[in-house]
């Protein structure tokens, strides 16, 4: 089966292999496999984890990835409800109560949700502490702009020069067709 989410003209889909959770119901599972797409957004960034030796090492942004999921649990012979998760910076893109969604299975047939349960959306606050650290040069000193040639640490000064904490929003967005 094929799940698509249609929703400010973006599709989503992806597809999940396994057996008919119908045709043995003692020999599968009632849940499907969970299909996921990661996302991203230019202009959601946040720090790399620290890295190298001791307390401090050269800030390097990474892109925040957005987790989008799908599976299905088997309700009944007859019942099937899909548990949908949507990550998005924006709330009104987030918010799956306002998304068209269609169901397509391997014979092409379409399928519209009777019902949107459980449906919510929150946000999700990421926040970090960065500090400017004064660098501690090896012999061959600083250039005209006064970074170090070879940087062998890091001086424990960051209380000389406070930086803003940082922070992301996204919003995630759940709801059971």
Same mark, same amino acid.
């Given at each position: 089966?094929?799940?698509?989410?249609?929703?400010?003209?973006? =599709?989503?889909?992806? =597809?999940?292999?396994?057996?008919?959770?119908?045709?043995?119901?003692?020999? #599968?599972?009632?849940?499907?496999?969970?299909?996921?797409?990661?996302?991203?957004?230019?202009?959601?960034?946040?720090?790399?984890?620290?890295?190298?030796?001791?307390?401090?090492?050269?800030?390097?942004?990474?892109?925040?990835?957005?987790?989008?999921?799908?599976?299905?649990?088997?309700?009944?012979?007859?019942?099937?409800?899909?548990?949908?998760?949507? %990550?998005?910076?924006?709330?009104?893109?987030?918010?799956?109560?306002?998304?068209?969604? #269609?169901?397509?299975?391997?014979?092409?047939?379409?399928?519209?949700?009777?019902?949107?349960?459980? %449906?919510?959306?929150?946000?999700?606050? #990421?926040?970090?502490?960065?500090?400017?650290?004064?660098?501690?040069?090896?012999?061959?000193?600083?250039?005209?702009?006064?970074?170090?040639?070879?940087?062998?640490?890091?001086?424990?000064?960051?209380?000389?020069?406070?930086?803003?904490?940082?922070?992301?929003?996204?919003?995630?967005?759940?709801? %059971?067709?």
């Amino acid at each position: 089966m094929v799940v698509a989410f249609a929703g400010c003209s973006r =599709t989503f889909s992806g =597809t999940a292999v396994q057996p008919n959770p119908l045709v043995n119901q003692h020999e #599968t599972l009632r849940d499907s496999e969970k299909i996921t797409i990661v996302r991203g957004d230019m202009d959601l960034e946040s720090p790399e984890p620290a890295s190298g030796a001791g307390n401090a090492s050269v800030a390097h942004n990474q892109s925040y990835p957005l987790i989008n999921q799908a599976n299905f649990t088997l309700v009944s012979r007859d019942r099937i409800r899909f548990h949908v998760q949507i %990550d998005h910076k924006w709330q009104e893109y987030a918010d799956l109560h306002t998304w068209e969604v #269609t169901l397509v299975d391997d014979r092409g047939r379409r399928w519209v949700p009777e019902s949107v349960d459980h %449906d919510s959306t929150r946000i999700i606050t #990421t926040m970090w502490d960065r500090e400017q650290r004064t660098a501690v040069c090896g012999g061959g000193g600083r250039d005209a702009n006064g970074n170090c040639y070879n940087t062998i640490g890091y001086q424990d000064d960051g209380w000389r020069r406070r930086q803003t904490l940082g922070s992301l929003s996204v919003y995630r967005g759940r709801a %059971d067709f």
